[in-house]
């Protein structure tokens, strides 16, 4: 059976500070955003499950010069953001904004943090990002 969970309905499901996404009923792969079909064994026998929202950080970029949504922000060259790739206790990796470190001093910043989520309300939109 497929699973009926659009990426707009994975959004409206943010707005809630739920972080759906999909486990493969075959070979038990979980997939964030939410996937219709696995991709690592083409099965559509999906089931839709709730993430706890927790995991450790992967990757990261401290962003000095943002897209104009984040200038309209407040972030810019003074305002610097974190951007990283977090791996899901469940897990499937995602790539998000990461807040409560120190951006001051970037090189202290530890790869393996663990962080937990954090929804953002920015303008009518609710976005999943982490934080220390
Ligand atoms: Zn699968």
């Known amino acids: 059976m497929s699973v009926d969970l659009t990426i707009n309905s994975y959004f409206n499901e943010i707005k809630k500070k739920k972080i759906s996404g999909t486990q493969c009923k075959e070979c038990g792969r979980i997939h964030l955003p939410p996937r219709v079909i696995c991709d690592h064994c ?17 990757a990261y970029s ?19 953001n974190c951007v990283g790739i977090v791996k899901m206790s469940e897990g499937p990796m995602v790539s998000a904004e990461i807040y409560g470190f120190d951006l001051s001093e970037p090189e202290k ?24």
């Open 62 to 80: 401290v962003v000095y010069v943002p897209n104009s949504k984040m200038v309209a922000a407040g972030f810019g060259r003074e305002n610097p």
């Open 109 to 132: 910043i530890k790869i393996g943090t663990s962080v937990k989520a954090k929804f953002i309300e920015r303008g009518e939109s609710v976005i999943l990002a982490f934080e220390v």
């Open 42 to 58: 083409k099965s559509q026998n999906l089931d839709i499950i709730e993430l706890a929202g927790e995991g450790t950080l992967q």
